[in-house]
T-cell receptor
């Protein structure tokens, strides 16, 4: 069964704690992306990676960190420096260049 | 910077009617324009896409048109059904950098009334 998996579906954390969101894909895609979605808004790019061991900041990278040690995995850490971390986080993957991006089911993070 | 404007923000139609959602982009170098459908609590699903070398593309009840001169593109859904109710997002690529980065519109909530 091919696709993108994100875990967990719901995540709850206390303010001041770091939390890591998982994203795995078995589509053999080189590029992977993390987006943040807030209610009633579009998707905003946090980080992206076009190849293993390389990644770039997106439009709202402050307070987030990523790693890309394996082609199929692109975990996102939401640090305590992120001022408003409560949101719906979406991971996507694609072949390199302006290609079709496919999304995972998302992780809803709530920080109180 | 690059921007994608999407209208309307909400759209309500009767079952069987057509629905049209419009997007305008600012980066004239954009060359890839996908449309996504997002159901409540789920990830966006790619429903159709078009590249700048094509003016129109159709897939069953869904079609997309592109006007490069005016820098706008539209999603057309014909014979709407209740299951078409969802949030629809348009996007445009930052093709000049070849990174595959997409700029998304703000979304349109489509309600199809039975």
């Amino acid at each position: 069964d091919g696709g993108i998996t994100q875990s967990p579906k719901y995540l709850f954390r206390k303010e001041g704690q770091n939390v890591t969101l998982s994203c795995e894909q078995n589509l053999n895609h080189d590029a992977m992306y993390w987006y943040r979605q807030d209610p009633g808004q579009g998707l905003r790019l946090i980080y992206y990676s076009q190849i293993v061991n390389d990644f770039q900041k997106g439009d709202i990278a402050e307070g987030y960190s990523v790693s890309r040690e394996k082609k199929e995995s692109f975990p996102l850490t939401v640090t305590s420096a992120q001022k408003n971390p409560t949101a719906f986080y979406l991971c996507a993957s694609s072949d390199t260049g302006p290609q079709r991006q496919y999304f995972g089911p998302g992780t809803r993070l709530t920080v109180t | 910077g690059e921007n994608v404007e999407q209208h309307p923000s909400t759209l309500s139609v009767q079952e069987g009617d057509s629905a049209v959602i419009k997007c305008t982009y600012s980066d004239s170098a954009s060359n890839y324009f996908p449309w996504y459908k997002q159901e409540l609590g789920k990830g966006p699903q790619l429903i159709i896409d078009i590249r700048s070398n094509v003016g129109e593309k159709k897939d069953q009840r869904i079609a997309v048109t592109l006007n490069k001169t005016a820098k706008h593109f539209s999603l057309h859904i014909t014979e709407t059904q209740p299951e078409d109710s969802a949030v629809y997002f348009c996007a445009a690529s930052r093709s000049s950098s070849n990174t595959g980065k997409l700029i998304f519109g703000q979304g349109t909530t489509l309600q199809v009334k039975p």
